[in-house]
């Protein structure tokens, strides 16, 4: 089974940064189609960014210009750079890998940006 486990979520201030890493487990990696997805309380799961299998980026107009996703297939990885963070970014931040109709979903972090 392919795992999926996110990190790097945490407290921030406004204007500040953080790195996302979503780790995913097995030899397929470099076929998936990745996606960083977020929940706020209340509120329904929305697309942050999504980089496909041949590097492809698009991002939700929310983020575009603040935020960059990436892959580095060598270590099975995506990232989620997040700059100048609002206080309307705080969420849980999903990972998710798509292969085909195959969703495969990361237990989720935590980010809150707040003074």
């Known amino acids: 089974q392919v795992h999926v486990v996110e990190s790097g979520g945490g407290l921030v201030q406004p204007g500040g940064s953080l790195r996302l890493s979503c780790a995913v487990s097995g030899s397929f990696f470099s076929s998936f189609n990745m996606g960083w997805y977020r929940q706020a309380p209340g509120k329904t799961r929305e697309l942050v960014a999504v980089?496909?299998?041949?590097?492809?980026?698009n991002y939700a107009d929310s983020v575009k210009g603040r935020f960059t996703i990436s892959r580095d297939n060598a270590k099975n990885t995506v990232y989620l750079q997040m700059n100048s963070l609002k206080p309307e970014d705080t969420a849980a931040y999903y990972c998710?890998?798509?292969?085909?109709?195959?969703?495969?979903w990361g237990q989720g972090t935590q980010v809150t940006v707040s003074s």
């Open positions: 998710n890998a798509a292969l085909k109709y195959i969703n495969y």
């Open positions: 980089i496909t299998n041949d590097g492809s980026t």
